[in-house]
């Protein structure tokens, strides 16, 4: 592959990043590239004092692109999401306790172990009812996600859709 080709892949996967990151968390993400563009703005009006001789600097932050403060603002603005785990309801948190027991006192193998977890995930999964927000996110996600129709290049993709 030569340097042109892999930069379309390249864009493409991030436009992909983007896309889903807007789907997710369009207000933090919105935010981010906000205060990216503020951050970026302050610098370069500041320029002068960072580039003083008598400053002490650890690394010149005015010697940063544009971008990274936009990559920067929509990481930070995204990082809480991150993070944010929905609870397991308590009948799961106790059929894990119950196959966590089996487990100490010896009384499941290792096959019946996977077979316990993937009963209690099945179960689970299978109750999963996803309200029409979520629905719509997933459609929204799939398309995104989903190769292009004319398949003459791996790296097209959908159009984003409007929040």
């Not at 308590?90 to 487990?103: D, E, H, N, W």
């Amino acid at each position: 592959m030569d340097n042109l080709e892999l930069k379309d892949i390249a864009t493409g996967w991030i436009k992909k990043a983007i896309d889903t990151l807007f789907i997710f968390n369009p207000r933090a993400t919105s935010m981010g590239i906000l205060f990216g563009c503020i951050g970026s703005g302050l610098v370069s009006v500041f320029k002068p004092f960072f580039e003083r001789p008598n400053i002490i600097r650890v690394f010149d932050i005015s010697r940063f692109p544009w971008w990274l403060y936009l990559i920067l603002g929509v990481f930070l603005f995204n990082l809480p999401h991150l993070f944010r785990r929905e609870p397991l309801p308590p009948s799961v948190l106790r059929a894990f306790q119950t196959i966590a027991v089996g487990k100490k006192k010896g009384n499941l193998t290792k096959p019946q172990l996977r077979l316990q977890y993937l009963s209690v995930i099945s179960q689970v999964v299978a109750q999963v009812n996803l309200d029409e927000e979520t629905q719509q996110k997933a459609k929204q996600l799939e398309n995104v996600l989903a190769p292009a129709d004319s398949g003459d290049s791996r790296t097209k993709t959908a159009r984003a859709p409007k929040a």
